[in-house]
Structure formats: structure tokens, C-alpha cells
């Protein structure tokens, strides 16, 4: 019985992890060159949340350091987060992840 009950702990565990798709966004231009509307930049899509609890999304450069790029709390099971432009985010390559933060 306890190999049962240690094993669904286990799969409820393991199949519940949070997920990120990052977003590029280009800015669009008219037939004539010119651009409009809001400049390039990403966004993410938040997948597989639980609904209640606070994340934070995090970049890093070299996956030692990790740092908060913006706290979000949640109602539902998938969101996006907010907008950045390019001039916003860090101006090297960085990697980032989803972490419950509580």
C-alpha cells in the first residue's frame, strides 16, 4: 500500500511543472517603409500554472545567477506575461525559466 500511495505522490508531482513559450514580436510597417504601432520585443505564454499561486520569472547569462525579471500572480492555468521591448530586456544573451516563488 505504501508503494501505491509513494507512486501517484510521485506522478502528481512530476506531471504538474509550469511552462514558458516565448513570443517574438516584429514591429509592423507600412507599404512605404515607415513603422507603426508598437516597437519589436517578446512576450511569454505561461502554460500548466496552478491557479493561486505566485510565480517569478527569472533570466540568467551563464545559468549560475538567476535574477526577477517581474512577479506574477495567478487566477487561471495559463496566462502571458507583460510586454518588453528589446531596449528593456538585458543586452546579452540570457536564458529565463518559470519558478513558484512561495
Known sequence: MK??????FLFSVSLNAASLKI???QQKTLPNGNA???ESGIYFELTDLHPF??????YS???KKWKD????GT??????????TWKELPPHQCF???VEAW
Open 61 to 63: 547569462e551563464d545559468l
Open 96 to 98: 529565463f525559466r518559470i
Open 75 to 84: 487566477y487561471k492555468m495559463a496566462m502571458t506575461s507583460p510586454y518588453w
Open 23 to 25: 513570443v517574438h514580436v
Open 3 to 8: 508503494k501505491i500511495i509513494l507512486l501517484l
Open 36 to 38: 507603426y504601432g508598437l
Open 53 to 58: 499561486v505566485m510565480y517569478k520569472l527569472q
Open 69 to 72: 525579471l517581474v512577479h506574477l
